[in-house]
């Protein structure tokens, strides 16, 4: 897959992003850690003063086989406990370990995280349709058929790069980690194909913002069915340019920034990519990859795109928890 996409994407041109400073007050509330740990995690919730009920769904990505950035259940493992929430994944669309839900559960043990209670596959046992507000490209979003089960989804995602995205945060947890292998297929082909077997027979590098553009419309879909019940935290850890569906990524060459939380999912991911990009390099701590391949792929589309449709909002304040 990431041969592939490399060889799609290195000619994209990507544009330099200015950081403008949030005026204080302005926009949603980010509230921002930089301590990384399962305490501060349950602070974290806790600040954003919203109280997770009834079946409570914890999206995260599982990690493919051979990865190791992927977030760790000794890090996580107390906070799901904390929420009563049950993780969840789906499958993937590329050919890898994670593709079918047998090999998929396989990975999910030896990366540990049946000592918290395993992983619901979403889409085990099928998959969905739900509503999308921007029939440009797509006219539905497919899911896995067990997000019917929670009424309520805490987005847990790590925010790091990405060969396809440029970056991965909460509205690409919200999207691709949500879709099912055919939904991910529709979203990374922009409506053109929903047969996960054909994934690459549609994907070229002039629909770029087309793909962006469906994967801020699908995280879009997932927050609109549940009506809100959704909140958002990135954590700032182990931030490869490659995203942890890679089984072999790059060495992160950026320090730990913190975990940051929000209701507002495009106001999240905004503060982490102005985070990055605000970023003053020194030795052994250096964000200059990761900038590059957001711009390479032009990443930031993504954000514009979910505010567009009034996903959320690109303005915002940090609140500091430290």
């Known amino acids: 897959m990431f041969a592939t996409a490399a060889l799609l994407f ?27 740990s399962p305490e501060v995690l349950i ?9 997770a009920e009834g079946r409570v769904a914890v999206k995260i990505s599982t990690g493919e086989a051979g990865g190791h950035n992927y977030l760790k259940p000794e890090l996580i493992g107390d906070f799901v406990k904390h929420v009563n929430g049950k993780l969840v994944e789906c499958n993937t669309a590329y050919a890898g370990k994670r593709m079918n839900t047998d090999d998929h559960l396989a990975v999910i043990e030896d990366h540990g995280f049946n000592v918290i209670g395993g992983v619901d596959i979403m889409d085990a046992d099928g998959e969905i349709k739900i509503p999308v507000r921007d029939t440009t490209y797509m006219h539905y979003n497919i899911v896995g058929k067990n997000l019917q089960n ?7 995602a790590h925010f790091k790069g990405h060969a396809m995205g440029g970056f991965g945060g909460v509205l690409k947890n919200a999207s691709i980690g949500v879709a099912s292998r055919n939904g991910k297929t529709y979203i990374h082909t922009n409506g053109q194909s929903e047969d996960y077997t054909r994934l690459w027979d549609f994907i070229q590098p002039e629909n770029q913002d087309k793909f962006l553009e469906c994967m801020a ?8 069915y549940f009506k809100g019940k ?3 935290i990135n954590v700032m850890n182990n931030m490869s340019v490659d995203c942890d569906c890679n089984g072999n990524p790059a060495a992160p060459e950026l320090k730990d920034m913190g975990i940051l939380a929000s209701t507002d999912p495009v106001a999240l991911d905004q503060a982490c990519l102005d985070l990055v990009f605000g970023h003053q390099n020194t030795a052994g701590d250096d964000a200059s990859a990761l900038k590059q391949r957001i711009n390479d792929r032009h990443g930031v589309h993504t954000v514009e795109h979910a505010e ?3 996903l959320g909002s690109r303005k915002y304040h940090i609140v500091k928890i430290d």
């Open 217 to 224: 419309n699908a995280a879009a879909a997932v927050h609109d």
């Open 230 to 232: 959704v909140i958002y």
């Open 308 to 310: 567009k449709i009034g």
């Open 150 to 156: 929670y009424d309520f989804m805490i987005n847990l």
């Open 43 to 51: 602070k974290l919730y806790e600040a954003l003063g919203v109280k």
């Open 10 to 36: 290195c000619g994209c041109k990507g544009s330099s992003e200015k950081v403008e400073a949030q005026p204080a007050e302005e926009g949603a509330a980010v509230y921002m850690t930089t301590d990384i």
